[in-house]
């Protein structure tokens, strides 16, 4: 409490804070959660090394097919909504940051709001928010639209107001870049129905959803070859003659991974492009199982289990990692399906 900055004395309302603590020459970036419980406070810390930097983008894990779409048909578009969703933890900031360190070139003006700044990247005009200051979201984001920028780069959907004011500045001709909680992409488009925003305003401003996942890494000192459980099988819905005929892995244990079988970790991509008959659903307010079943087709979208599998398939992870950290979907391609969207080249 004493180092984050807390109130000491406080024991009845939630807190929050940061710790900067440096250790010989590298910078750890702590963010503190006080919870108060029935039984005392909870104290959660997120450690962020700022050491690592920003990543670039081949780095982040997307199967080349994938990374290649998102390239051409995201990062490349001039103007609209790009919206990075998943649960705390998942590396949305880290996402988020290489997409926009990529978008990061001469005459480009980007220009973010922040709670708080996580990295600090040469050619950026970074904001962090403080509402004790005067400088809430609301005020910052309609500041930010007057200081002529190509790029805007909201921290955090929070509420209908952001939405409001991210989507708004997407409808004068600016890329705006943003965070969101939901767990998948479909889901964010749900959300902001929900929100009260108009359909005709999602529909025409938000060009691509990019749900994500982190998933360990097999450690590659010992690695071996695995067969799938029949619990794996079952709760993947894979066909168990398909799972016979392909070469799944594993981490044994060793000394470089403390015997945990993993290191390291990889991105889980869901990546919804938004074309013109998702948009018409979503002017219809359909349902997320019909935008979902037709984003299959229309899109071909590929959904987070599937992702998972595709890198378990690589022997990048476990299928164990993908049943505990992807959403379970009702309808999935064959595995023949997914390892050959997997090996396809840029």
């Given at each position: ?72 048909y995201v990062l ?67 500041e930010i639209v ?201």
């Open positions: 409490k004493v180092l984050c900055n807390g109130d000491l004395a406080e024991r009845r309302r939630h807190q929050g804070g940061r710790i900067v603590y440096k250790l010989a020459d590298e910078q750890v970036d702590m963010r503190v959660s006080i919870f108060v419980t029935v039984h005392g406070e909870n104290i959660v810390i997120r450690i962020l090394n700022k050491q690592t930097g920003v990543l670039p983008i081949e780095k982040l894990g997307m199967l080349p097919a994938l990374l290649q779409r998102y390239k051409d490349e578009v001039p103007t609209g909504v790009v919206l990075f969703t998943g649960p705390t933890g998942s590396g949305k900031t880290t996402s988020l940051y290489s997409s926009i360190n990529y978008s990061n070139k001469p005459g480009v003006k980007i220009i973010t709001a922040e709670d708080p700044v996580e990295y600090l990247v040469d050619g950026l005009v970074q904001c962090s928010i403080d509402p004790g200051a005067g400088r809430d979201f609301e005020k910052t984001l309609r007057r200081q002529d920028p190509n790029v805007i780069v909201v921290g955090e959907i929070r509420d209908k107001l952001t939405a409001g004011i991210a989507i708004e500045a997407a409808l004068t001709g600016h890329k705006v870049f943003a965070t969101f909680h939901t767990e998948d992409s479909i889901g964010s488009l749900i959300r902001l129905l929900d929100m009260d925003i108009e359909t005709f305003l999602i529909s025409s401003t938000v060009v691509c959803v990019v749900a994500q996942r982190l998933a360990r890494c097999i450690c590659p000192d010992c690695k071996t070859v695995t067969t799938p459980s029949a619990y794996e099988i079952r709760t993947l819905e894979l066909n168990p003659e398909d799972a016979a005929r392909h070469v799944f892995y594993r981490g044994a244990g060793c000394h470089k991974c403390n015997r945990t079988g993993y290191r390291g970790r990889v991105g889980l991509y869901e990546l919804l492009m938004i074309n013109s008959s998702i948009r018409e659903m979503v002017l219809e307010k359909r349902s997320a199982h019909e935008i979902r079943r037709h984003a299959l087709q229309a899109v071909n979208l590929y959904g987070l289990q599937e992702d998972g599998i595709a890198k378990a398939l690589l022997g990048w992870t476990t299928l164990e990692q993908v049943i505990r950290h992807t959403p379970r979907v009702a309808e999935q391609r064959s595995l023949d399906a997914i390892l050959a969207f997997a090996q396809q080249t840029a």
